[in-house]
């Protein structure tokens, strides 16, 4: 498996493995006008291609064989800074793989990636948020240090999901 930097070649399939990965997890839970509007604001073509072109985001991706398998996105801005513990704070915003392929380190290798990425930019915490009621979430990133530290909730369309701001203090 290799992990590699976004292109922008590369908006159209993260786009696609991200739509496909929320719906196959959550898309049972959201009428479908919320979902489709939801899925429009944040895993359209557009949307990915704006963010691979931001310099204020790092997207990385795990292939094999030239299969994307997975992905990360990290923002190097604090996403909730009544929160934040650290000087410089980013937010992991997103650690999906595609439907079926949990399990096979993909989530461990992008988050060593994540870690890496964080270190270089001088980072001193790194806050994401997780679904109130994924526990198996919960769990792998508390594997990796991370804490709950607040109560938040996620909209999708006119649903408020309740949701959880982990984050981890990072060694200086």
Request: aromatic share 10%; net charge negative.
């Amino acid at each position: 498996m290799d992990i590699r930097i976004a292109l922008p070649a590369d908006a159209a399939s993260l786009a696609s493995l991200g739509a496909d990965s929320f719906v196959a997890k959550f898309g049972h839970l959201y009428k479908p006008d919320d979902l489709a509007d939801f899925l429009e604001g944040s895993h359209s073509e557009a949307k990915v291609s704006r963010e691979v072109a931001d310099p204020r985001l790092r997207v990385a991706l795990a292939e094999d064989g030239g299969e994307l398998l997975g992905f990360c996105k990290l923002v190097m801005d604090c996403g909730w800074p009544d929160h934040a513990r650290g000087d410089r704070v980013i937010e992991l915003k997103q650690l999906y793989t595609a439907p079926g392929a949990t399990g096979q380190g993909i989530g461990a290798r992008l988050m060593d990636w994540a870690f890496e990425e964080a270190a270089g930019y001088g980072a001193d915490e790194i806050q994401l948020s997780v679904y109130a009621d994924n526990p198996g979430a919960q769990k792998f990133y508390a594997r990796y240090g991370f804490e709950k530290v607040a109560d938040i909730h996620f909209m999708v369309g006119e649903q408020r999901d309740e949701e959880f701001l982990f984050a981890r203090v990072l060694a200086g």
